[in-house]
């Protein structure tokens, strides 16, 4: 089984950049599709992106399409997920998963890392 740890988090003013990391361990991620997902106190979990094993591939949610970039290194064992221009609502506990889909069921989580926008 995959062990994930999330990095990167960070208190950012609306319209600043953060990058997240996800660092593997335990097996390699090339076998896996990857995924972000965040989630906002007194809210579920929600999809953020995804990338396909090969990197050839992604999917995001609505709300960060065209700001943020999901992205991979297989040889690193390591996802990212580039956030610009970000908003207060992008504040939320931010995860990696293994996965392409949207939904959230069944899937092993890290800790997270808290990513705050002031406004």
């Known amino acids: 089984q995959v062990q994930l740890v999330e990095s990167g988090g960070g208190l950012v003013q609306a319209g600043g950049s953060l990058r997240l990391s996800c660092a593997a361990s335990g097996r390699s991620i090339s076998s896996y599709a990857m995924g972000w997902f965040r989630q906002a106190p007194g809210k579920e979990r929600e999809f953020v992106a995804a990338?396909?094993?090969?990197?050839?591939?992604?999917n995001y949610a609505d709300s960060v399409k065209g700001r943020f970039t999901i992205s991979r290194v297989n040889t690193k064992n390591t996802v990212y997920l580039q956030m610009n221009s970000l908003k207060p609502e992008d504040t939320a506990v931010y995860y990696c998963?293994?996965?392409?889909?949207?939904?959230?069921?069944?899937?092993?989580w890290g800790q997270g890392t808290q990513v705050t926008v002031s406004s």
């Open positions: 990338i396909s094993r090969g990197g050839g591939t992604t």
């Open positions: 998963t293994t996965g392409y889909g949207s939904d959230p069921k069944g899937r092993s």
